[in-house]
């Protein structure tokens, strides 16, 4: 067992370790009701949430990841979002799957599409097809890699959301790609 392993015992880890082996279509569709339990779970609840929470109260800053479980060589990536009111994050992409569920409070997400081919560098034309609040008991909402899921999240609201975040193995070197709508501009994401 490894020390990160451990430092969550909340997580059934070698659950998450058979996930990301698994093709993407059958990993969604058992991960969306994995993290959609796994958010209303007691024991993660206090011991991974509730201290996050009452650490994010009051701050005025930007979103942030506060816990992150890593696979071996990016097999999966279990991460735990805070969302202070107002935040939000670029519009972007992931090189992975990727299935969310919130925890706490709300979160807006955001969904887009490419209407543009991808051959011209540095250039995404984006259109705006849908966008649904998410809160715990509306389940899990989920992206695939690439163009299969252009996204922003934020908390438009005026309490703190937290969001559990789990993405598949990478299907490249970068984490993802981050979009700019105002001038039709899209870059790769080194870091996530
Ligand atoms: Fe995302």
């Known amino acids: 067992m490894s020390p990160g392993t451990m430092s969550l015992p ?13 093709p993407t279509e059958l990993a969604l569709r058992q991960a969306s009701p994995f993290l ?4 209303k779970d007691p024991i993660f609840i206090e011991a991974e949430i509730r201290p996050l929470l009452e650490a994010a109260s009051g701050t005025e800053i930007d979103w942030y990841v ?7 060589d990016h097999s999966y990536s279990l991460q735990i ?13 992931h090189s992975s799957w990727g299935v969310y569920c919130c925890a706490v409070g709300s979160v807006l997400e955001e969904r887009y ?27 899990a909402s989920s992206v695939l890699p690439h163009d299969g899921g252009i996204h922003r999240i934020g908390n438009p609201g005026d309490s703190v959301g937290i969001s559990v975040h ?6 490249g070197e970068v984490d993802g790609r981050d979009y700019d709508l105002s001038c039709d501009y899209v870059c790769d994401r080194r870091e996530d």
Not at 36 to 39: K, S
């Open 10 to 22: 909340a997580v059934d880890t070698n659950y998450l370790q058979r996930l990301s082996e698994l």
């Open 36 to 39: 959609a339990h796994l958010v």
């Open 66 to 72: 506060a816990k992150r479980y890593q696979g071996r």
């Open 81 to 93: 979002f805070v969302w202070p009111p107002g935040t939000e994050t670029k519009i972007h992409d």
């Open 113 to 139: 599409e490419r209407l543009d081919d991808g051959s011209r560098l540095d250039h995404a034309d984006l259109k705006k097809i849908w966008q649904l609040m998410w809160s715990r008991e509306d389940g």
């Open 166 to 171: 789990l993405y598949g193995p990478r299907l």
